[in-house]
């Protein structure tokens, strides 16, 4: 990656081939995501008197992590569930 530092203001400059988020979660695993993280959502919803309702609101990581296909523990620790790629 290729990085320019402005005095006044640091940023950071991308080049067209590097990716922030690379996909590492595959289909099955992205659907269950997904709905792991709907349902603990509508639990938080459905069971907002509770002492620990709030605890529902963790189903916002799995949600995320499925919508965008990446998952930040799965980059730290090398796995990944998506199709190996033949080619």
């Known amino acids: 990656m290729l990085t320019l530092v402005n005095r ?3 940023r950071v400059i991308q080049t067209e ?3 922030m988020l690379k996909k590492n979660v595959g289909t099955v695993d992205r659907a269950l995501r997904i709905i792991l993280g709907l349902g603990l959502l509508a639990g938080f919803f459905l069971n907002s008197g509770g002492a620990y309702s709030w605890l529902y609101l963790i189903g916002i ?3 995320v992590t499925g919508l965008i296909s990446s998952c930040p ?3 730290i620790f090398g ?3 998506c199709p190996i790629k033949k080619g």
Do not use: E, F
């Open 73 to 75: 523990l799965y980059s």
């Open 61 to 63: 990581i799995p949600l």
């Open 8 to 10: 006044r203001a640091p």
């Open 17 to 19: 081939g590097d990716i």
């Open 79 to 81: 796995l990944s569930t």
